[in-house]
Nanobody, 121 residues
Framework: QIQLVESGGGLVQAGGSLRLSCAASGRRYAMGWFRQAPGKEREFVAA????????YYSDSVKGRFTISRDNAKNTVYLQMNSLKPEDTAVYYC?????????????????WGQGTQVTVSS
């Protein structure tokens, strides 16, 4: 069993930045991030393999967000720059034993509790 704990969410103005962290209890997992806005379906954001050498992003965040990991700390990060009001959502850390991490919600084995990101206009 793996436990995922997110942190780093908050309130920022449009154009600002936030850095999310996800601390994991396990090892050798592909990891990533999804997000869910009120009244909308949970959607894929970014993913990274165990070594950190392979990453992929949704088109909506590519060029603005960067995913990385520090295996010594068992932690994955999501650096979010140039934030827009439409980025407002609860962001969920996700993990799966197989890479590539699925981009479909029902393909994910483990979820964090979520952290709120609010971008004001």
């Amino acid at each position: 069993q793996i436990q995922l704990v997110e942190s780093g969410g908050g309130l920022v103005q449009a154009g600002g930045s936030l850095r999310l962290s996800c601390a994991a209890s396990g090892r050798r997992y592909a990891m990533g991030w999804f997000r869910q806005a009120p009244g909308k379906e949970r959607e894929f954001v970014a993913a990274i393999n165990w070594s950190g050498g392979s990453t992929y992003y949704s088109d909506s965040v590519k060029g603005r967000f960067t995913i990385s990991r520090d295996n010594a700390k068992n932690t994955v990060y999501l650096q979010m720059n140039s934030l827009k009001p439409e980025d407002t959502a609860v962001y969920y850390c996700a993990a799966d034993p197989v890479f590539p991490l699925p981009t479909v919600v029902n393909g994910i084995d483990y979820w964090g509790q979520g952290t709120q990101v609010t971008v004001s206009s």
